[in-house]
């Protein structure tokens, strides 16, 4: 494993997932800072904020989205953050994590080319493991 992931990113409203996530991700040492958002809008916020100072340790490397939230779903913001994205000048890898079994979400995530992939809840150590350390 290369160097360890400077700042993740969770966008869900679920707390019980985002608590089991958070102290897999600590427990494992698999990045140094966690950013936690409630829902879209918080976290467009927060991107929309680093563009203006650009700080390059703020931005996360990863992001999980989830898709069902309250304020700004996770396709909202991925419409919008796609607008923005490459203006970090740096790579962002982002993963849709949702329980959403639907195919049609599935196919319509992976079709979009800013998602590395589409991950069904509950997500496991072994995946969280693989995906940062390929990241």
């Known amino acids: 494993m ?3 992931i ?5 966008i869900d409203d679920d ?3 985002v608590n089991l996530v958070k102290r897999i991700i600590e427990a494992k040492q698999l990045c140094q800072n966690l950013l936690v ?21 703020s931005i996360p490397e990863i992001i999980f989205l989830d ?3 309250p304020v700004m779903d996770g396709w909202e913001f991925l419409e919008k953050f796609i607008t923005i994205k490459n203006k970090f000048g740096k790579v962002i890898t982002l993963y849709i994590v949702s ?4 195919p049609l979400d599935i196919n319509k995530a992976k079709s979009i080319k800013s998602v590395k992939d589409y991950l069904i809840k509950p ?5 969280l493991e693989s995906i940062f350390s390929v990241a």
């Open 99 to 102: 329980s959403s079994i639907n």
């Open 15 to 17: 707390s019980v997932y």
């Open 2 to 4: 290369g160097d360890k």
């Open 123 to 127: 997500i496991t150590i072994e995946e």
């Open 67 to 69: 898709l069902n939230m």
């Open 6 to 10: 400077g700042v993740a990113c969770i």
């Open 37 to 57: 958002f409630e829902n879209g809008k918080e976290a467009l916020g927060y991107f929309e904020a680093i563009l203006s100072n650009l700080n390059e340790e």
